[in-house]
């Protein structure tokens, strides 16, 4: 019997690439959490990937080089430098695409930030925070459980809960409801902003901006944000 012949990336490729991340100089990792594949398009599960997408588009990139189990590019914030990655290994074993970049490049911990849903969190609400639990989201469980460490900051995005008794998987691999869309495409759309203002200003500033409830202000929304 004729085994499959698998065949293996040159390895002057592997080298060039290697070499082209050690030089660019890199100092943050974005990671936007999702499922790969047409049919996972555009469902609730995949608001990390919808994030990095839209802010990609914003910086006229294409998140379209590939390695360490992800779809990944080199993106500017005036003088930042960021890797924007989205693992390309299904949601329940995101930890291991980033586990495999962080520890190959030896990544501040403080500078790795995951995007991704949240169905706690009413629809169209980002939440900031700079560390915390994986609570029931299994994508962040991988990596905390891969990393060994929940000390990093993430983006939360709320998708609210099923108002219909759905089942919470089904639910979050539904697409997001016609009068919904909105409030999503205006939370993809802040989260990405959020990134930027993240590695531009730093957490604390983007925390006190885009941590408000949409249609309130700050001070409205602050002793409530606190508490999320």
């Not at 004729?2 to 943050?28: H, N």
């Not at 914030?77 to 949601?91: A, E, I, N, R, S």
């Not at 169905?119 to 639990?133: H, M, N, P, Q, V």
Request: include cysteine.
């Amino acid at each position: 019997m004729v085994g499959r012949v698998i065949l293996a990336r040159p390895k002057l490729l592997q080298e060039r690439e290697d070499m082209f991340l050690r030089q660019s100089g890199f100092t943050w990792l974005v990671v936007g959490l999702g499922n790969p594949g047409q049919k996972y398009e555009h469902t609730r599960h995949n608001m990390g990937f919808l994030t990095v997408d839209v802010l990609a588009e914003k910086l006229n990139v294409k998140l379209n080089k590939v390695k360490f189990k992800s779809a990944y590019n080199i993106v500017r914030f005036g003088g930042q430098k960021c890797l924007v990655m989205k693992p390309q290994t299904y949601m329940n074993l995101s930890g291991e695409s980033v586990r495999e970049i962080v520890s190959y490049y030896d990544i501040d911990l403080e500078d790795l930030i995951v995007i991704y849903d949240d169905f706690d969190l009413e629809i169209g609400t980002i939440r900031i925070r700079k560390k915390g639990s994986a609570g029931s989201h299994n994508g962040m469980k991988s990596i905390i459980g891969q990393i060994q460490s929940k000390d990093f900051p993430r983006i939360r995005i709320g998708i609210g809960k099923s108002g219909g008794g759905a089942e919470w998987k089904d639910f979050v691999l539904g697409k997001t409801s016609k009068q919904d869309e909105k409030l999503i495409e205006d939370a993809v759309d802040r989260a990405a902003d959020a990134v930027g203002c993240i590695l531009e200003k730093g957490i604390d500033k983007a925390m006190n901006e885009y941590n408000v409830k949409p249609g309130l202000s700050g001070r409205e929304d602050r002793d409530k944000t606190r508490n999320d």
